[in-house]
């Protein structure tokens, strides 16, 4: 396999970029800074210099490449506009230079929040009628419309919160958990599905090789769900604490996160805690059914949450973030 990826300095594409690598994929990456680059050349992955909107940089990474894995996005931005300009318009770009290079297969890593909230006990599978709730989710819906009408074979994966090694917002929770402390959303019996950033990769090559996932949606997590109280809690024994479930009402925490987000914009800054978020945080479930991805490729998640929280302690310890 010769392959591009998009975002391959973060954390999603570099668990990816590790897979490839370790199944003896040619890997190209389009990276913004070289520099920030540099684990990447040690493991001899090719690097090209431009960013989603540099047409003759895409051309440049995606020819000569069986499969192009978009993984870049933009998680927090300052408004609307910005979301939109960076997740759609980047993948129309992504889609425009894999098109002209006669790439064989796209992968485009969308986002749960895209299809929407599910409904407590009703994991979604990805033939629903997608409702997203946030600006950041519209704009990866957009994106998701965008390869839906390429040229190209496709295939869209869904990942709900991704956690693991090198992953900076779940690791905001560990540190509250060694205070002993757990916020949660809501009243915390909303339900969640995660996975961890190297099942992930897993997935997302297995959906590349398989010629039962062209033009095909996925959920790719584990079939476990849990309540964010369960998910705090469980962060607490990873650490060896036992924490207080700290639980923000509806009205509490949209003052809060408006202020938040109010204070970042004046700061010309980007955070994921905003008015907008709020429309996520207090859903009473984000879960997603991972049997169709399984029974179309043969992947199987490696992590429950339980191991998977303890192998993201053991790095982040080892990695001296904590």
């Given at each position: 396999?010769?392959?591009?990826?998009?975002?391959?300095?973060?954390?999603?594409?570099?668990?990816?970029?590790?897979?490839?690598?370790?199944?003896?994929?040619e890997v190209t990456a389009l990276v913004r800074s070289p520099a920030k680059a540099a684990p990447l050349v040690r493991q001899d992955v090719t690097l090209v210099t431009g960013d989603?909107?540099?047409?003759?940089?895409?051309?440049?990474?995606?020819?000569?490449?069986?499969?192009?894995?978009?993984?870049?996005?933009?998680?927090?931005?300052?408004?609307?506009?910005?979301?939109?300009?960076?997740?759609?318009?980047?993948?129309?770009?992504?889609?425009?230079?894999?098109?002209?290079?006669?790439?064989?297969?796209?992968?485009?890593?969308?986002?749960?929040?895209?299809?929407?909230?599910?409904?407590?006990?009703?994991?979604?599978?990805?033939?629903?009628?997608?409702?997203?709730?946030?600006?950041?989710?519209?704009?990866?819906?957009?994106?998701?419309?965008?390869?839906?009408?390429?040229?190209?074979?496709?295939?869209?994966?869904?990942?709900?919160?991704?956690?693991?090694?090198?992953?900076?917002?779940?690791?905001?929770?560990?540190?509250?958990?060694?205070?002993?402390?757990?916020?949660?959303?809501?009243?915390?019996?909303?339900?969640?599905?995660?996975?961890?950033?190297?099942?992930?990769?897993?997935?997302?090559?297995?959906?590349?090789?398989?010629?039962?996932?062209?033009?095909r949606v996925y959920y790719a997590c584990p079939p476990e769900t849990f309540t964010s109280a369960a998910f705090v809690r469980a962060v607490g024994d990873t650490v060896g604490r036992?924490?207080?479930?700290?639980?923000?009402?509806?009205?509490?925490?949209?003052?809060?996160?408006?202020?938040?987000?109010?204070?970042?914009?004046?700061?010309?800054?980007?955070?994921?805690?905003?008015?907008?978020?709020?429309?996520?945080?207090?859903?009473?479930?984000?879960?997603?059914?991972?049997?169709?991805?399984?029974?179309?490729?043969?992947?199987?998640?490696?992590?429950?949450?339980?191991?998977?929280?303890?192998?993201?302690?053991?790095?982040?310890?080892?990695?001296?973030?904590?």
């Amino acid at each position: 396999m010769r392959a591009l990826v998009t975002g391959a300095t973060g954390f999603v594409g570099s668990h990816l970029v590790e897979a490839l690598r370790r199944r003896g994929a040619e890997v190209t990456a389009l990276v913004r800074s070289p520099a920030k680059a540099a684990p990447l050349v040690r493991q001899d992955v090719t690097l090209v210099t431009g960013d989603l909107h540099d047409r003759d940089a895409l051309l440049t990474a995606a020819r000569g490449q069986s499969v192009v894995f978009h993984v870049a996005g933009q998680v927090a931005a300052l408004d609307e506009t910005e979301f939109y300009r960076a997740n759609r318009d980047g993948t129309a770009n992504v889609l425009d230079a894999a098109t002209r290079a006669g790439v064989g297969r796209f992968v485009l890593v969308s986002s749960m929040a895209a299809g929407g909230p599910s409904s407590p006990g009703k994991p979604l599978a990805g033939g629903e009628t997608p409702r997203p709730v946030t600006a950041y989710g519209r704009s990866k819906l957009a994106a998701e419309a965008l390869v839906r009408g390429s040229a190209l074979p496709w295939t869209i994966l869904r990942p709900p919160m991704v956690y693991g090694p090198r992953d900076r917002e779940v690791l905001k929770i560990f540190r509250l958990a060694r205070l002993g402390l757990g916020p949660v959303f809501g009243d915390g019996t909303q339900e969640l599905s995660a996975v961890h950033g190297a099942d992930l990769a897993g997935a997302l090559i297995a959906s590349a090789l398989s010629e039962k996932t062209g033009g095909r949606v996925y959920y790719a997590c584990p079939p476990e769900t849990f309540t964010s109280a369960a998910f705090v809690r469980a962060v607490g024994d990873t650490v060896g604490r036992s924490v207080s479930v700290v639980r923000i009402p509806l009205r509490l925490g949209s003052v809060v996160l408006a202020a938040t987000g109010m204070v970042a914009r004046l700061a010309h800054q980007r955070t994921l805690l905003t008015a907008d978020k709020a429309h996520e945080f207090f859903e009473p479930a984000w879960t997603g059914d991972p049997r169709p991805l399984m029974e179309d490729t043969g992947w199987a998640p490696e992590f429950d949450l339980r191991r998977g929280l303890a192998d993201t302690y053991q790095w982040y310890r080892s990695a001296g973030w904590l």
